[in-house]
Each structure stands twice: as structure tokens, then as C-alpha cells.
């Protein structure tokens, strides 16, 4: 592996030592719009338990937290499960329930039928198998649990709502966003449930 591909895995992939940091400082910058945009989009938050794949600097876990929300955010790096505790700590301490766990979409630890939301912001275009990713996150969803997904187009691979029903979620909507700002790239957007028995 060259030190372009190292940079890529330790800086964004699994951010790791001085290249992790300054990759949570770029995702901390570049994606904040899109990380409180999705957060926004989880209907009546408040009291629900909302699993978050890949949290990387903590800035969509805090709006979670903000509005009311139980959280488990769970990532492989734990470079970025530090930055999510540093960025969430005070909510922490005013009561604000937030679990860390080291993981992936398929090991996560989250128990069957546990949680009533999970989001995933800029991390799908890296899952290994997306459709196992996508079934072992419907299993920890309660009966009608919601799935919020918001990927860069530009490295997505096509698909993305075919996995989800093929993993057991039925498809409410996708959409294209621009988050705001300079440089930002065009997000493509999904909202799928737990599919009926």
C-alpha cells in the first residue's frame, strides 16, 4: 500500500493516528451540513434510541444528543469514537445518554430489535457488503424502525436502494441534496423502513 492509500485508510476509511486527526478535522468541515441536515430529518426525536454508523467527529451525534435522543454511535476507528466523546461530553454530563462502541455496520454489538432509528452519513460508499451491512442494521431496528443514509454521489456505487429491500427495508424516498457551502459535494439521500411481515 502506497502512502496515498494509507493516507486514504487512516485519514477517512479507519481514521487513524495524525492522518485520522486531521481526517476528523476535513469530515468536521465538510460534512457538519449534511450531518445536522440528516439529524434534522429523524421525526419526534426525542426518547427514541437512534443508532449512528460511523459518527467520525461527533458533530450529527450532537444534534442527536441536543433534541433529546439516546445514541449509540458506533465506529471502527477509535481515533473518531474519541472526537464524537470530546464534541458530545458536555451534553454528557447534563444527562445525555451516549454509548460508544467500536465496530462496523455488521459488528456492532447492538442487540435484535433495540433501536427505533439508524443513520449513516458518508459512510455506505466503504462498507465492504453493503446488503450485510444494511440486513444487520434492520435487525436491530424495532417493528416500523426508520434507516437514514445521505452518501457523496460522486462515490456511491449504484444500487443503493435495491440493497435495502433486498436486506428487508421498504423504500420511502430518495433525493438528491446540496449541502450548503464551497466545495460541497451533492449528496444522493435515502429513507427506508423496517418492511412489514
Known amino acids: 500500500m ?8 487512516n485519514g477517512f476509511q479507519i481514521p487513524a493516528g495524525w492522518t485520522g486527526r486531521l481526517g476528523g478535522l476535513l469530515m468536521a468541515s465538510g460534512n457538519a451540513a449534511t450531518e445536522r441536515h440528516i ?8 426518547s427514541k434510541d437512534v443508532l449512528v454508523l460511523g459518527p467520525g467527529p461527533g458533530i450529527g451525534v450532537h444534534a442527536l444528543l441536543a433534541r433529546g435522543a439516546s445514541v449509540v ?5 477509535p481515533v473518531m469514537l474519541a472526537a464524537t466523546l470530546r464534541r458530545c461530553r458536555g451534553l454528557c454530563e447534563q444527562g445525555a445518554t451516549l454509548t460508544l462502541r467500536t465496530g462496523t455496520a455488521t459488528s456492532h454489538g447492538v442487540g435484535h430489535g433495540t433501536v427505533d ?4 452519513v458518508n459512510n455506505v460508499m466503504i462498507w465492504p457488503d453493503r446488503v450485510a451491512g444494511l440486513t444487520s442494521i434492520r435487525q436491530v431496528l424495532r417493528p416500523g424502525g426508520e434507516l437514514l443514509v445521505s452518501a457523496h454521489e460522486k462515490w456511491l456505487k449504484p444500487g443503493l436502494p435495491d440493497d435495502c429491500r433486498e436486506a428487508g427495508f421498504a423504500v420511502e424516498q430518495e433525493w438528491r441534496w446540496e449541502p450548503p457551502g464551497r466545495g460541497a459535494s451533492t449528496a444522493v439521500q435515502l429513507r427506508a423502513r423496517v418492511a412489514s411481515a
Not at 454511535?73 to 476507528?77: L, R
Open 39 to 46: 439529524a434534522d430529518l429523524v421525526p419526534e426525536v426525542r
Open 117 to 120: 432509528v439508524a443513520v449513516s
Open 2 to 9: 502506497g502512502l496515498g492509500d494509507r493516507m486514504v485508510s
Open 73 to 77: 454511535a458506533v465506529d471502527p476507528s
